[in-house]
């Protein structure tokens, strides 16, 4: 279970996040959407200590901690329960596809070369890439590229993988197989927080939908609930906007 209670983030005057609570239950897929500039990537990274939230407390299976407060030991644990998955990869570029999903083994969970080899070529090839080993990121389309940081979070064996719009920076026939990667991911029972503009996938994968504006939670629920029963305004505009934008779509 991931729980984040209170939490607030300032950028300078700007309030990014006011008072945001979520709970995840072991083995969920919780899918935010909401508008640019509503606080999901914000909350995802502050989640992850990638950004250093101004008060609120995070809760990750028995481990419980304030986010302002956290000494490096126990953002080292949070980071060692958790696996992050970049819109824009985050790949080391002068590491190949093999030496990249290897590094969080070798240097965060001290695994030796041999065993993290094993493990990274195994994930590879779970995720499509068993004849990329030794690519490099430039040499991998952005498909390929987000494929690889998918298998280097999955290797970690992390409590939950928070994924921070994974196929924004994607070719639009790029998303598709990314998208399928993800199911085998939530497939497997790992707990995972999704942040999209996919609305099919958060129809398809999700067990909780939040929506977000201006910082705050406005609505949470199922997937059936959330897309065909809205019971916020705010919600249903953004919905509406969706349908308007694509004639394809229908909730």
């Avoid at 419980?64 to 126990?74: A, N």
Wanted: net charge neutral.
């Amino acid at each position: 279970m991931i729980e984040v209670k209170n939490i607030k983030k300032n950028f300078g005057k700007h309030s990014v996040l006011k008072d945001v609570s979520v709970k995840v239950e072991d083995g969920q897929v919780v899918v935010i959407l909401g508008p640019s500039g509503s606080g999901k990537t914000t909350l995802l990274r502050c989640i992850n200590f990638l950004e250093n939230a101004d008060s609120g407390r995070l809760t990750i299976g028995n481990l419980e901690v304030d986010l302002k407060k956290s000494t490096k030991k126990e953002i080292l644990n949070i980071r060692r329960r958790t696996a992050f998955v970049f819109q824009n990869y985050n790949l080391f570029a002068n590491k190949t596809a093999i030496e990249n999903v290897m590094e969080g083994l070798v240097t965060g969970r001290h695994v030796p070369k041999a065993q993290a080899r094993e493990r990274a070529e195994e994930a590879l090839n779970w995720v499509g890439l068993s004849d990329k080993f030794n690519y490099y990121p430039a040499q991998l389309s952005g498909g390929q590229q987000q494929r690889v940081g998918i298998a280097r979070a999955f290797v970690l064996d992390p409590e939950v993988i928070l994924f921070d719009e994974p196929t924004s920076a994607l070719d639009p026939e790029l998303v598709g197989e990314t998208l399928d990667i993800i199911k085998k991911v939530a497939e497997k029972g790992i707990t995972m927080i999704v942040v999209t503009h996919e609305m099919s996938f958060a129809q398809d994968v999700a067990d909780k939908v939040i929506f977000m504006d201006g910082g705050i939670v406005v609505e949470e629920g199922t997937p059936e609930v959330i897309f065909s029963n809205p019971k916020e305004e705010r919600t249903k505009q953004f919905l509406s906007r969706i349908i308007s934008l694509d004639p394809n779509y229908s909730i």
